[in-house]
C-alpha cells in the first residue's frame, strides 16, 4: 500500500476524479490501480473563489509495479509507503499485581490513561472528585438555567473533563499525533464517536455525542478491571521523604473520606482547573513552576459572516460545514492577541467552578448548527511581568478577573458583555444590536474596560481591526463580547523528568492540561497515553 499526499481537486468533484488524479500523480496506468481509500482530508479555503480539497490518499497497486513506483519517488515526500498505523502496547501483566496503579482525574487524558492501563492488565483505580457525565450534565445545565452552581460537579469538574462542554475539536499540534492520535481516535470510533474523525484533517464530535463515548469509554475500563470512583477528591498524597528532604517516593494518598489508599503510581490528570490540589501538591514539597498563560473576552458573531468570509458563495456546503478561523496579532506593546476555542455554530457557556467567580467558555453541538460562532480573543501573560510574586500567582490572577467579572454581572451568574463597537470605542453598551448573544443564564450590558488590565484592553483594540482584515466582518459594530475568560490553559506546570515522573517525586506522573502538558482534547488524550506507557513499563519492569 502507498500513501499519495497533497492530492488537489475542486471542492466540486466526482469519486472518480480520485482515482484519476492518482494516475496522474503517479505516471501510471488505470489498470495498475487496485483500490484508493481517502486517509485524510482537508481543504484550502485560502481563494474564496478556488476552494480546494486535499487528500492523502491511501493506493493498492498491482503489486508488479509498487516497489518501481517507490523507486521512482524515492525523494519525494508526497509518496511513500503507508505507514503501519497498529498501536504497539509496551507490555502486558500476565497475572494481576499487587498493586495497583492510581488515576486521578477523569477528563481526556485520565480516560486514555486508565483504558491503557486497563488494556495492558494493570487494573488502574480511577478518582474523579466529580460526578458521573450524566449527573454532571444536570448540574451544569442547573448553572446555565437557574445560575446554581455546583462547586465539584460543573463544566471544569466530572466524567470527561473540560472538553465535554466544548466543541470537541480532535486535532492537535503534537507532533507525534499521526500515531498515537490514531490510537485515540480509533478509541474513540470503537465508542462511537462517528467514523468521518478518522478522515476529516479538523474532526470534531460535540457535547452530546461526547457524552454517550465517554459512557462507553468507562464501561470498557470496568470490563478490564478497572475501578472508577466518582465524587472522590484526593485531599493529600504521602510522598516518603528520600535525600535531603528534596526528593520523595509516593506511597498512597488520602481521600476526602478519610479513606487512604496505599500505591507507588500515580497519574495525576487533574485538569487546569483544581486549584486546591494544586496548592495541596505544592505544600507537600511536589516541585511546580509558573507557566504562561492567556486572559481576555469571548467574541459573538453571526455565523454567517464568517461562513462569507470564509467561503464566499461556497457558505453552507456540506463538506465544508460552518466556518471557522484562527486568528493571531502581534501587539506594538509586545503582547500578543489570538483566538481560542473557536466554535462554529456553537454557544458561549458559564464554566465557573467556584463561587463567587464568572469565567466563560465556548461549546458546540456536532451538528455546528447554532445562529452565532464564538471564540476566545485572549491576550497572553507571563509569570516574569505579570505574576512574579509566588509559583501559584497566576491563580490569584485568574481568581482577581473572576471575581471582578461576577459583580459586573450582577453576582448571580450573568456575564458583563458589551458591543463589539462600543469596546472599540471605549463607551458602554446600553441595548443590544443584531446580534443575539447566546450566554446563559443572561448577560448584563455595560463596560468591559475595567475588567481586564490595560494592557489587555489595548492589545485587544489594537488586534480586533487586524483580525478584520483577514476575516471580513469581524470588527461588526453589533459583535458580542462577554468576559471574562481566564481558564485558557494551566497557570503551572508540575515538571517532569525523562520518565514522565515529577522531577522531585518519584511515582507521581504529571500529565495534561493540569500539569501544563497538553492543550486541548487530543493532545491531553495523547499524553495520558505517554503516561501510562512510562507507568507500565516502571510497574512490568519491577515484578
Not at 64 to 69: F, N, Q, R
Not at 467 to 496: Q, W, Y
Request: proline share 4%.
Amino acid at each position: 500500500m502507498i500513501r499519495v499526499t497533497e492530492i488537489k481537486l475542486p471542492l466540486i468533484h466526482k469519486d472518480e476524479d480520485l482515482r484519476k488524479a492518482v494516475i496522474r500523480a503517479l505516471d501510471i496506468e488505470n489498470k495498475d490501480v487496485h483500490d484508493v481509500t481517502v486517509f485524510k482530508r482537508s481543504y484550502d479555503a485560502r481563494k474564496k473563489n478556488k476552494i480546494l480539497l486535499i487528500y492523502q490518499l491511501d493506493v493498492q497497486l498491482d503489486p508488479k509495479i509498487e516497489a518501481t513506483v517507490l523507486a521512482r519517488f524515492s525523494s519525494s515526500n508526497k509518496v511513500k509507503l503507508s505507514p503501519n498505523m497498529t498501536y504497539k502496547f509496551v507490555g502486558h501483566a500476565k497475572a494481576p499485581l499487587e498493586e495497583r496503579p492510581v488515576v486521578i482525574g477523569f477528563g481526556p487524558c485520565g480516560i486514555l490513561a486508565a483504558l491503557l492501563l486497563a488494556q495492558m492488565g494493570l487494573r488502574p483505580i480511577v478518582l474523579e472528585r466529580g460526578q458521573a457525565v450524566r449527573q454532571r450534565t444536570k448540574d451544569t445545565w442547573d448553572l446555565w438555567r437557574n445560575g446554581k452552581l455546583n462547586t465539584e460537579s460543573n463544566v471544569q469538574f466530572g466524567e470527561g473533563g473540560a472538553g465535554t462542554f466544548s466543541d470537541g475539536k480532535l486535532h492537535s499540534l503534537v507532533r507525534d499525533k499521526n500515531f498515537l492520535g490514531r490510537k485515540v481516535l480509533e478509541e474513540f470510533v470503537k465508542a462511537g464517536a462517528p467514523e468521518e474523525i478518522l478522515v476529516l484533517s479538523k474532526p470534531h464530535i460535540g457535547t452530546f455525542k461526547l457524552v454517550k463515548m465517554v459512557e462507553n469509554l468507562r464501561a470498557q475500563i470496568i470490563e478490564l478491571g478497572g475501578e472508577i470512583r466518582f465524587g472522590e477528591k484526593v485531599e493529600l498524597i504521602h510522598r516518603e521523604e528520600l535525600a535531603d528532604g528534596i526528593f520523595g517516593q509516593i506511597t498512597g494518598l488520602t481521600l476526602n473520606s478519610g479513606e487512604r489508599i496505599g500505591c507507588r503510581h500515580i497519574v495525576l490528570a487533574i485538569g487546569h482547573s483544581a486549584r486546591d490540589s494544586f496548592q495541596m501538591l505544592l505544600e507537600q514539597g511536589v516541585y511546580i513552576e509558573a507557566k504562561p498563560f492567556s486572559i481576555g473576552l469571548r467574541i459573538e458573531h453571526p455565523q454567517s459572516v464568517i461562513d462569507q468570509a470564509r467561503f464566499g458563495d461556497f457558505a453552507g456546503h456540506e463538506l465544508l460545514g460552518a466556518a471557522d478561523y484562527k486568528l493571531v496579532h502581534h501587539c506594538k506593546n509586545g503582547r500578543s492577541v489570538y483566538s481560542f476555542c473557536m466554535c462554529p455554530g456553537g454557544t458561549v457557556v458559564a464554566a465557573a467552578s467556584e463561587e463567587g467567580g464568572l469565567v466563560t467558555n465556548g461549546m458546540s453541538q456536532y451538528s455546528r448548527n447554532e445562529r452565532n460562532a464564538n471564540s476566545a480573543i485572549v491576550c497572553s501573560v507571563t509569570p516574569e511581568k505579570d505574576y512574579p510574586d509566588h509559583v501559584l500567582a497566576g491563580i490569584d490572577l485568574q481568581k482577581e478577573l473572576e471575581i471582578l467579572a461576577y459583580k459586573l454581572g450582577g453576582e448571580n451568574f450573568n456575564a458583563p458583555a458589551q458591543l463589539l463597537g462600543d469596546f472599540l470605542s471605549g463607551v458602554s453598551s446600553k441595548e443590544l444590536g443584531s446580534v443575539k448573544p447566546s450566554y446563559k443564564p443572561g448577560i448584563n450590558l455595560g463596560n468591559l474596560e475595567s475588567l481586564l488590565p490595560n494592557f489587555a484592553i489595548s492589545a485587544i483594540r489594537e488586534a480586533i481591526p487586524e483580525f478584520a482584515k483577514k476575516i471580513n466582518g469581524f470588527d461588526m459594530h453589533d459583535a458580542i463580547l462577554t468576559g471574562v475568560e481566564t481558564r485558557t490553559s494551566s497557570p503551572i506546570c508540575i515538571k517532569r523528568d525523562k520518565r514522565f515522573q515529577s522531577q522531585n517525586t518519584y511515582g507521581l506522573y504529571p500529565a495534561g492540561e493540569g500539569a501544563g502538558y497538553a492543550g486541548g482534547i487530543l493532545s491531553a488524550a495523547i499524553d495520558g497515553i505517554k503516561v501510562a506507557e512510562a507507568v507500565a513499563i516502571d510497574m512490568l519492569s519491577k515484578r
